[in-house]
Structure formats: structure tokens, C-alpha cells
Nanobody, 125 residues
Framework: QVQLVESGGGLVQAGDSLRLSCAAS????????MGWFRQAPGKEREFVAY???????YYADSVKGRFTISRDNAKNTVYLQMNSLKPEDTAVYYC???????????????????WGQGTHVTVSA
């Protein structure tokens, strides 16, 4: 079991940057693949990025080159650095943990076992 708490959201202008953090409880954080997802009003939750247990990242095409996911296993924290933000990035951002043994990573919402409560990001034009 792991509990996830996101922070760092806010209201910014297009072109600005934000860094989201997700703090995890428990001693087994390093054993999880961690993902970021987002959900805009009226839309389904969509994949943003994931990072495997040791290394290896993958991004949605919509954020590639602008967002960077990273993790600090000593601090039980995963980050999402978001640069060059656009109005279409406006959403509630969720971090999630995937406990799959192989740890290959997934873009599928259903493959993640634990979720945070989300943090709001609003990007004005």
C-alpha cells in the first residue's frame, strides 16, 4: 500500500513553468513505476509520463520536449517539471503508482494501483 499526495499546481500564464511534486508514503516507493496523468474538464483521464523504478522514462506526444518526469527514491518523491505551458495543459494532474513486478511502465490508467487526489493546473492564454 502506498499513499500519494500531489502538490505544486496553480494558475500560470502560457509559456510559464511549474513543477509538480508527488510525495509517497511507505518504504517500497522505489519498487513502483510512477506515472503522471491529467484530466481536463469533460474529458477522460489521460497519460502524461511515467518513470520506471531505476531509470527509463516515457512521455505522451503532447508533452514531449516540454515536460520532464524525475524521481528521488531517497525522498519518496516523483516530480513533473512542466515548461512552456499551454492553455491546453489545463487539467487536474494526478500521480499514480504501478506495482507490476516487471516494472516496464504503462500508459494505461487501469494498470496503476494507487492514485493521489490530484492538483489543479490552470494555464491562461
Amino acid at each position: 500500500q502506498v499513499q500519494l499526495v500531489e502538490s505544486g499546481g496553480g494558475l500560470v500564464q502560457a509559456g510559464d513553468s511549474l513543477r509538480l511534486s508527488c510525495a509517497a508514503s511507505g518504504r517500497t516507493f522505489s519498487s513502483y513505476t510512477m506515472g503522471w496523468f491529467r484530466q481536463a474538464p469533460g474529458k477522460e483521464r489521460e497519460f502524461v509520463a511515467y518513470i520506471r523504478r531505476i531509470h527509463g522514462t516515457y512521455y505522451a506526444d503532447s508533452v514531449k520536449g516540454r515536460f520532464t518526469i524525475s524521481r528521488d527514491n531517497a525522498k519518496n518523491t516523483v516530480y513533473l517539471q512542466m515548461n512552456s505551458l499551454k492553455p491546453e495543459d489545463t487539467a487536474v494532474y494526478y500521480c499514480a503508482a504501478d506495482s507490476a513486478v516487471l516494472g516496464l511502465g504503462s500508459t494505461d490508467v487501469g494498470d496503476y494501483d494507487f492514485w493521489g487526489q490530484g492538483t489543479h493546473v490552470t494555464v491562461s492564454a
